[in-house]
């Protein structure tokens, strides 16, 4: 602790928070000039920092192995543009250059290079080209003209769009070239080549958007009319009024577009087009941890009813062998007693292709994908048996839905049978038993998961390390349903919500979600430790909720949010004076030395960062996000791991490379946090031209 403590004084002394900004912007870099480029570790960053160029990986699980893209993403990690989309560098060796013509070329090892754009002959008279990433997300190439002014723009990613519809994107035509502006939906999260589904203005003329699926029209939104869609009126109410949508026709170009009102770059709506051909909105304030986001989607079965919002609906052409809808219900575990199966291992097959080829099998049950990296697809007839496990793939259900004449049947049976006493007196007591029972199994469950004592929620108090049982109502109630107003940020794990209990309690809910990094692993390595662990400087575990898919945990609330949402935000890192900072850094410093040394258990966080220190109502600061520590024995040193988890960054370079983590480890995290409480800057905020330069670099030189 004492050499963790002279770490702090001397850094305090030689590092001051003016001359860490000054800093930031001399090696801030937004251009790329003639003949420069950028290598595979290197990025753009552009002047309101909200968005980054440059190579990206999209399979974590590869590793170093995966395929990289030259790609554009926002502040919160959110991919809006690829320039590469089908042909992808192999390895680490790719960089990017401007050539002298103003086209932006990729070359890599033993490859042949690949142009991301291309220059009309009638424009390479201009000189000075630049390629410059706007505050808007726009990469835009343009040069200086003969005259010395400032020429037209020569290219523009806007133009070419992915799957992402950012402001002042188009969706239309340039009348003039024939160019279209539309959208396209990856073929899965990992493959962003082009794949089933499209989403454009409608070419007839009048105002309104289509989705088109491999072709064919699969969804329209209705025509424009009193500022929103007859058919989507979700498409703008998302928009909450910020946002001006407009149609524009002229001689030159006809397009729908949508802009901010008030011009802000510290917030973003934007519209993806899934994989499954929904249109997904989200709409956020950037550099706020909990963040004020808020997603919903539009899709030809937005008011199909979902189940357990785990099920994806899609729209398909009646079949003689089905009843006219279908839901996909997703599961984790194997099909079994495979004799006979349809395989396709094709990269251009996304899963909404394998829905479709299983629909039009009659006998398929179930499908999911061929590979890894979401293509492919697996069929599977009637006669395999679907096993669950939720420690093994994806696998998709389809289940039939009941009609309208099954449903009366049903009602039928029901008035039959009013005149039968002995039948409602089982009808009355056989919920109560199923209840009873099914509070049972579940508490036994919860006891298995934590090891911990579990009591039913009543008024949200506990005492001591009892650990609260809630129902999903209870939750659901607290949280308006989990509106999008109460949502509070997301994380690996998934979002969080504010809620409020029925005495008045504020909570916050965090819930499981089902396309997580995280899952049942860290869901109880979380309840497990917080529940033994007791700190003031530890985020308060209040209880949990397991209710068939559903798995949440709700703390304590916290109303300063997170320590980044301060120390990242200008106008609110002005209220850390010197005394709250150095009170923030001796709080953490405490819970890590009790996480370390003092508590019954021997933990390593293994994910210390800046969004991860909660802040109460007095400013004093609590760790949180257990999902990824591991336990250690007191005699125990240290450990090696294959599967390296956590934020790069703040990783230590042992953990990163080689996978041993110990004690050190969280001292290294936190070293990263000391540095950027005391700068008020992202520890990879910086970028230089001789190569990446993060805080720990610019204090070392």
Request: hydrophobic share 35%; proline share 3%.
């Amino acid at each position: 602790m004492a050499w963790i403590c002279l770490l702090f004084l001397i850094m305090s002394g030689i590092l001051r928070p003016n001359h860490c900004s000054i800093v930031e912007v001399e090696n801030f870099r937004d251009t790329l000039k003639q003949g420069q480029q950028l290598q595979d570790w290197e990025h753009l960053l552009s002047k309101d920092t909200e968005f980054r160029l440059g190579f990206i990986n999209l399979d974590s699980d590869v590793g170093s192995s995966a395929p990289r893209y030259i790609g554009i993403w926002l502040w919160d990690k959110e991919i809006v543009w690829v320039a590469n989309p089908e042909k992808p560098v192999p390895d680490s060796s790719g960089v990017l250059r401007l050539e002298s013509d103003g086209t932006l070329k990729i070359t890599y090892r033993g490859g042949a290079s690949i142009a991301v754009n291309s220059i009309q002959e009638t424009k390479t008279s201009q000189r000075n080209i630049t390629a410059t990433l706007l505050d808007s997300g726009n990469l835009v190439v343009k040069g200086v003209d003969s005259d010395g002014l400032a020429g037209p723009v020569l290219w523009q990613s806007f133009d070419y769009s992915t799957n992402m519809l950012l402001p002042e994107m188009k969706l239309g035509w340039n009348l003039k070239t024939g160019h279209e502006w539309y959208l396209s939906s990856w073929v899965s999260d990992k493959v962003p080549s082009p794949g089933a589904f499209k989403l454009g203005l409608d070419p007839d003329g009048s105002d309104q958007l289509i989705v088109w699926r491999r072709g064919e029209v699969y969804w329209r939104s209705g025509l424009w009319k009193n500022e929103s869609f007859e058919m989507a009126p979700e498409l703008t109410s998302i928009a909450d009024g910020e946002w001006k949508f407009r149609f524009v026709t002229n001689e030159n170009e006809r397009y729908f577009s949508y802009s901010d009102k008030k011009s802000s770059t510290k917030s973003s709506m934007r519209w993806k087009l899934t994989s499954w051909g929904h249109i997904e909105l989200s709409a956020s304030n950037s550099h706020d941890t909990y963040g004020s986001t808020s997603v919903s989607e539009v899709s030809p079965c937005s008011n199909f009813e979902m189940k357990n919002n785990s099920s994806i609906c899609l729209k398909e052409k009646p079949a003689n062998c089905r009843n006219g809808k279908e839901l996909i219900v997703l599961r984790k575990g194997f099909m079994r007693n495979m004799s006979t199966w349809f395989f396709e291992d094709n990269k251009s097959l996304s899963l909404s292709d394998c829905h479709a080829k299983c629909w039009k099998n009659c006998s398929c049950i179930a499908f999911q994908s061929a590979s890894k990296d979401g293509t492919g697809c697996w069929l599977f007839p009637r006669g395999t048996d679907f096993i669950q496990d939720e420690y093994l793939d994806d696998v998709y259900l389809l289940t039939p839905v009941h009609n309208q004449e099954s449903t009366d049947r049903k009602k039928n049976r029901s008035r039959s049978i009013k005149s039968r006493w002995w039948i409602w007196f089982i009808v009355a007591i056989a919920p109560v038993l199923a209840i009873l029972c099914y509070l049972r199994r579940r508490n036994r469950r919860l006891k298995q998961l934590t090891g911990s004592k579990i009591s039913p929620s009543k008024n949200g108090k506990k005492e001591g390390k009892e650990l609260l049982l809630f129902s999903f109502l209870q939750l659901a109630t607290a949280t308006n349903n989990f509106s999008p107003d109460y949502k509070l940020g997301e994380g690996g794990f998934g979002p969080v919500y504010m809620g409020k209990l029925a005495d008045g309690q504020k909570i916050a809910v965090k819930r499981l979600s089902r396309t997580s990094g995280q899952g049942l692993v860290e869901f109880k390595n979380e309840i497990t430790l917080i529940a033994e662990l007791q700190h003031m400087n530890l985020v308060r575990l209040i209880g949990c909720c397991i209710e068939e898919e559903e798995k949440l945990l709700i703390y304590e609330y916290m109303p300063n949010k997170s320590l980044d949402s301060f120390i990242f935000e200008p106008t609110k890192r002005e209220k850390l004076d010197w005394k709250t900072r150095f009170n923030i850094i001796e709080g953490i410093s405490q819970g890590l030395l009790y996480l370390h040394k003092y508590s019954r258990l021997r933990v390593i966080h293994r994910d210390l960062k800046a969004s991860n220190i909660l802040l109460d109502d007095e400013m004093n600061p609590k760790i949180s996000d257990f999902g990824l520590a591991r336990i250690f024995g007191h005699n125990e040193c240290e450990a090696n791991t294959k599967r390296v988890v956590g934020t790069y960054g703040y990783m230590s370079p042992e953990y990163a490379m080689n996978g041993i983590f110990s004690v050190k480890s969280d001292v290294y995290s936190f070293g990263v946090l000391l540095l950027e409480i005391i700068c008020g800057m992202r520890n990879n905020a910086l970028s230089h031209e001789s190569g990446p330069l993060s805080l720990i670099e610019h204090v070392s030189r």
